[in-house]
């Protein structure tokens, strides 16, 4: 039971463009929100985070957008550049534990 | 900082022997470390936390005696697939949290591919 969804599991996005990926979850309690990077043959890295408190974060190119009604977050990259091309998980979390659950990834080409 | 380093990066091993993966980090100490598992176009799935000096707490419908987790050190876990099989190939990532971190502050190896023929 996939408590948390990324539906497209690949985007391909022109340079100088936005990319939004998407997120969406299932449980209500979840509080936190993340966004990871992943490279081939690394680790996922962190990129930006939400709490529920808020329904937008922004961090120099990335925007974080969330909506508590719709289950749903969004990652929004402007502009988009080529070192931007990865894997992009979300994570959510609930409470006071140290565990995320992560979604499917997507996988961003952002070409020139 | 925050580097996180796993060992070996890839290993193929035969049907019934057992793997050993250590998960360092090397530039600061984790109380806490988490292992993950990763199938194909699959999410990361969260085996288990475990905490130096005390067992870990593995998820649900993960066999205990099966990944078999040590955390001995506040730098270094170990995660032992006892008896492997080939349905036990996967890509297993861990993670560290630093001593003091917020609550969600982890950082993840490079990951290990296991391969089990």
């Known amino acids: 039971d996939q408590q948390v969804k990324q539906n497209s599991p690949s985007l391909s996005v022109q340079e100088g463009r936005i990319s939004i990926l998407n997120c969406d979850y299932t449980?209500?309690?979840?509080?936190?929100f993340l966004w990871y990077k992943k490279y081939p043959a690394e680790g996922p890295t962190f990129l930006i985070s939400i709490s529920s408190i808020k329904d937008k974060n922004e961090d120099g190119r990335f925007t974080v957008f969330l909506n508590k009604s719709a289950k749903h977050l969004s990652l929004h990259i402007v502009p988009s550049q080529p070192g931007d091309s990865a894997v992009y998980f979300c994570?959510?979390?609930?409470?006071?534990?140290?565990?995320?659950?992560f979604g499917t990834g997507t996988r961003l080409q952002v070409t020139l | 900082g925050a580097v996180v380093s796993q060992h070996p990066s890839r290993v193929i091993c035969k049907s019934g022997t057992s793997v050993k993966i250590e998960c360092r980090s090397l530039d600061f100490q984790a109380t806490t470390m988490f292992w993950y598992r990763q199938f194909p176009k699959k999410s990361l799935m969260l085996m288990a936390t475990?905490?130096?000096?005390?067992?870990?707490?593995?998820e649900q419908g993960v066999e205990k005696d099966k990944f078999l987790i040590n955390h001995a050190s506040l730098t270094l876990s170990t995660l032992t697939v006892t008896s492997a099989h080939p349905e036990d190939s996967s890509f297993y990532i861990c993670?560290?949290?630093?001593?003091?971190?917020?609550?969600?502050?982890?950082?993840f190896g490079p990951g290990t591919r296991l391969t089990v023929l």
């Open positions: 475990s905490n130096e000096g005390s067992k870990a707490t593995y």
């Open positions: 994570a959510v979390s609930t409470g006071t534990a140290s565990k995320l659950t």
């Open positions: 449980n209500s309690m979840f509080d936190y």
């Open positions: 993670s560290a949290k630093p001593a003091g971190a917020r609550r969600l502050e982890q950082f």
